[in-house]
């Protein structure tokens, strides 16, 4: 193939990948993997860098790569595997370990976010590496371009120093990845907090649209996401943070622009419009929750499509490493 390899992935943290998840990662990768050698993986291993339950893991990582697919990832098409499964990850993650500076890594924004939350004690090492297991995802491919949030600009940063200082020590062995960092109008709020970003990780449940929550409960935190007392339904991110919420996802969801929405529900209340984004809300998620729970259905079926999928991915990930490990005199 002379597509330019993709690489992306995300965390399975909860039952539920949530709306965000899928307006500002899955809907781009579903159109990225046609032009695009893509390879998709639920990160497992990233997971356990905060204390995690293994049961409830292992579900998570199953249901993850199961609304992957009902979302619009063809496992033919692209290679879907889940990080675990290929022990390559690791293995050049602590080569590029060795590569990292201490300070270059506590200097990581993330780090220092989630740590200061954590405390001293709480903190593991795993948190501190998460960066180069990052690194390894992305350069045992060879991928070119890496999707990610605003959030992740530094990994991928930290990701070109490591591929270029190990190039330049060891010899030419990676490919220097580029972040394609995700369009401001692909990103979500909270439903009731609409200035946070809406997030697996939220801690209460109503502002929250979850992929497999039931139709009548979308509806329901729709009905009661915050707005304000204009009653104008009108995208105005600073005066109106809830409202332009709703009206990105509206038009993102059903391919309208916001201006012919405004348009529709002009002179008309919120609760008509509340009522119209509903019906789109479910329009677009009842066949992906429904999918979902067909593919969770036939558990044989999931895990053949993740061998093939880890089969694949550790093909390439392998032949990299073997280069990796000869360089550095193993
Ligand atoms: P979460 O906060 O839900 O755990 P992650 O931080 O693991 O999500 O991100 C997984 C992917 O989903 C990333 O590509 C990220 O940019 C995207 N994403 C997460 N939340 C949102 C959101 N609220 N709006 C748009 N994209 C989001
Ligand atoms: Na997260």
Not at 48 to 76: H, N
Not at 84 to 104: I, K
Not at 149 to 162: I, P, S
Not at 218 to 228: F, G, L, Q
Request: charge should be negative; charged fraction near 25%.
């Amino acid at each position: 193939t002379t597509k330019p390899r993709l690489f992306s992935g995300m965390q399975p943290s909860a039952d539920s990948l949530q709306i965000g998840n899928y307006i500002g990662a899955l809907l781009q990768w579903k159109q990225m993997q046609v032009s695009h050698d893509a390879i998709f993986c639920v990160v497992d291993l990233h997971a356990i860098t905060v204390a995690q339950d293994p049961r409830e893991l292992r579900e998570a990582t199953r249901r993850t790569a199961a609304q992957y697919i009902a979302a619009g990832i063809d496992p033919e098409l692209s290679t879907l595997f889940v990080q675990s499964h290929v022990p390559a990850h690791p293995q050049l993650a602590w080569v590029l370990n060795t590569l990292t500076g201490y300070g270059e890594a506590a200097r990581m924004t993330q780090f220092k976010d989630k740590s200061a939350r954590q405390g001293t004690d709480a903190t593991t090492l795993g948190l501190f590496a998460y960066p180069t297991l990052m690194a390894a995802d992305i350069l045992l491919y060879g991928a070119q371009t890496v999707p990610v949030g605003e959030d992740q600009r530094q990994h991928v940063e930290l990701t070109r120093d490591l591929a270029t200082r190990f190039n330049s020590r060891f010899g030419e062995t990676f490919v220097i990845p580029e972040a394609q960092i995700q369009k401001a109008t692909a990103k979500v709020y909270d439903l009731q907090e609409p200035t946070n970003k809406m997030s697996k990780s939220a801690s209460t449940d109503k502002g929250v649209i979850w992929l497999l929550d039931e139709p009548a409960k979308s509806a329901k935190k729709i009905k009661s996401a915050t707005t304000d007392s204009d009653g104008e339904v009108r995208f105005d991110v600073a005066s109106k943070p809830g409202v332009s919420n709703l009206l990105t996802i509206y038009s993102v969801l059903s391919g309208r622009t916001v201006a012919s929405i405004e348009t529709e529900y002009a002179g008309r209340g919120y609760g008509d419009f509340k009522t119209g984004l509903s019906e789109v809300v479910v329009e677009t998620f009842a066949p992906i929750r429904a999918r979902t729970l067909e593919l969770l259905d036939d558990p044989a079926e999931l895990d053949r499509i993740l061998a093939r999928g880890a089969d694949k991915a550790a093909a390439i990930a392998d032949a990299t490493l073997a280069t990796v490990y000869d360089r550095v005199g193993f």
